[in-house]
């Protein structure tokens, strides 16, 4: 735990260290010229607390932050900072909590060199895709409602690899996947009827298709925005 005593002006303000809390005195004014930067993990989030529970203290940043993987409570923002990954633990005020993950492929999943990335982050952001190389091979913006979907673009390097969402040089949580050049159906189902922009008649068409025996298969379909 770090304790910050009294009232400091910083230039820039960063915490990297995962699980580590950041205990402000209740009622002062920490005041961020340059850029705050708080990173923390999925498994182990950076907490931010006042010295005294409920008692608030404040944040004053030039409105450049990276924020991911954060536990605030007690907290004021004079000017708005957006966390992602992160939990809302109450009494905080100009906080904005956003997810930033990709719902899919799950990790774990084996894919085709060019599969598309469903995921969800702020409304109407940009989103890029980078694989584990940092390489980006997909941007979308995501709609109204913080849903994306985005094929990825540039072919993603066969074996052992990784998808990562990113607003700005904020990083959501990234998802370790399998890459083979030609999946079976046994790796990646696929529909075989209806055939690609067929036309249906009525809203609940019989699908069919092949995938492994045995298996789950979840059909998703694209919302009004494409999505």
């Known amino acids: 735990t770090a304790i910050l005593s009294g009232s400091t002006t910083f230039n820039n303000f960063t915490c990297v260290t995962a699980g580590k809390q950041l205990t402000f005195t209740a009622g002062t004014t920490q005041t961020i010229a340059g850029t705050l930067t708080l990173t923390g993990t999925s498994a182990s989030k950076i907490k931010l607390r006042s010295s005294s529970a409920g008692s608030i203290y404040t944040i004053t940043d030039s409105g450049t932050e990276n924020a991911s993987f954060v536990d605030v409570q007690d907290s004021t923002a004079t000017n708005s ?29 084996t894919l085709g060199q060019t ?45 052992a690899n990784s998808l990562t969402p990113y607003v ?41 298709g092949k995938g492994l025996a045995g298996q789950t298969v979840t059909l998703t379909a694209k919302d009004a925005n494409g999505n």
């Not at 998802?175 to 046994?186: G, I, L, N, R």
């Open 81 to 109: 900072i957006t966390a992602y990954n992160s939990t809302n633990s109450l009494n905080n005020t100009n906080w904005v909590f956003n997810n930033l993950s990709i719902t899919y492929p799950a990790s774990g999943k």
């Open 115 to 159: 599969p598309t990335v469903i995921g969800i982050a702020g409304a109407s952001e940009s989103v890029t895709i980078k694989d584990i190389s940092s390489n980006t091979v997909a941007t979308t913006t995501a709609d109204t409602s913080g849903n994306f979907r985005v094929a990825v673009s540039t072919s993603l390097a066969t074996g």
């Open 168 to 208: 700005g040089s904020v990083a959501g949580s990234a998802v370790s996947v399998t890459v083979v050049a030609s999946p079976t159906t046994d790796q990646v189902s696929t529909i075989t009827s209806p055939a690609a922009s067929a036309t249906i008649r009525g809203n609940k068409p019989t699908i069919t």
